[in-house]
């Protein structure tokens, strides 16, 4: 089953404490958010849900601030059909974010999730015992071409299309997990708590080179700067575009959380994000992805959100 896309933006990064909701979020009533958002019509993309049953969804909104959502959110299942052992389906979700300095941002998170998502179902559509490693490798060059095939007239104010990714295939409770850029992938169960990707960010390349401290990156104004994403200045140096990969084994009771930095923002550390999951029941994937959006609407909406949310 291959479900169709959503679209969400990534932009300024929140500030403030994380405020943790003993209740599910209070919606924003239609006055507040006139005031706080900037005056555009309503587009389908601004606000999307996806269920592929109980223990799968994913929840995408434009946020408070942002006048369209440029983010993208792809889900697909593949059944295995092996008789008489019960097999779990294959689980595929993929989150672009559009680089907001970019020209047609939701355009390049569009093409590059849906790209990626379906070519992942196909190929374990042919063979569910393919390496998952190397199909997402493929997949994930394969958008990078079709994001730098975008037509588009760059200028001095706006870069060429691109798009961050974090992409996770999930085959009998083994997770692997690719990503380029900062959309991150989080777990989460009854006891603890981690985060499974590492942001290609400029700050994270000077830290790891020893060129700063953890106290001055703190308080660098390029906090948000990206040095690796699908499109741009990739599009000639593909290799820059080439996904991270790690695997995580999840055990019964795990969620795995993927999602936009218009979420991470308002709970950056694995704690911050399991005290916000833990206030939904483990078993209601959809309830839990719109509890983690809402949550960063409340929290300042700076950003789009997209989450994606997988229970086992």
């Avoid at 006139?34 to 994913?58: K, Q, T």
């Avoid at 599009?235 to 019964?252: I, L």
Wanted: charged content about 20%; hydrophobic content about 40%.
């Amino acid at each position: 089953m291959l479900l169709d896309i959503v679209n969400n933006t990534a932009g300024e990064t929140a500030d403030g404490a994380v405020a943790v909701l003993e209740e599910a979020p209070p919606q924003l009533e239609e006055s507040q958010a006139d005031a706080l958002s900037p005056s555009v019509e309503s587009s389908p993309r601004d606000h999307i849900e996806i269920s592929a049953g109980c223990n799968f969804a994913a929840v995408s909104d434009r946020g408070i601030r942002h006048v369209d959502n440029q983010d993208s959110v792809a889900m697909s299942t593949v059944e295995i059909l092996v008789s008489p052992v019960d097999v779990p389906p294959i689980y595929i979700a993929v989150i672009c974010d559009g680089v907001s300095s970019c020209e047609s941002g939701a355009s390049a998170s569009e093409v590059a999730a849906k790209s990626v998502a379906a070519s992942l179902h196909a190929a374990f559509t042919r063979n569910p015992c393919a390496s998952v490693r190397n199909e997402m490798f493929t997949a994930i060059r394969k958008a990078n071409e079709e994001v730098c095939n975008i037509p588009c007239t760059p200028t001095l104010q706006k870069d060429p299309p691109s798009t961050t990714i974090v992409a996770a295939v999930v085959v009998e409770g083994m997770a692997t997990i690719g990503w380029v850029g900062d959309s991150r992938a989080y777990w989460v169960d009854d006891e603890d708590a981690g985060v499974l990707t590492r942001d290609d960010s400029w700050i994270n390349a000077m830290l790891d080179a020893g060129h700063m401290t953890e106290e001055e990156a703190r308080v660098n104004p390029n906090q948000s700067a990206l040095y690796r994403c699908l499109g741009g200045e990739t599009c000639e140096d593909g290799p820059d575009a080439d996904p991270r990969f790690v695997n995580y084994c999840m055990r019964p009771g795990t969620r795995l959380i993927l999602c936009s930095d218009g979420f991470w923002n308002y709970a950056p550390t694995p704690v911050d994000v399991a005290k916000v999951v833990r206030q939904v029941p483990a078993d209601d994937a959809f309830k839990t992805a719109k509890h983690l959006v809402n949550f960063a609407i409340v929290g300042g909406g700076h950003d789009n959100i997209t989450v994606a949310v997988l229970s086992l």
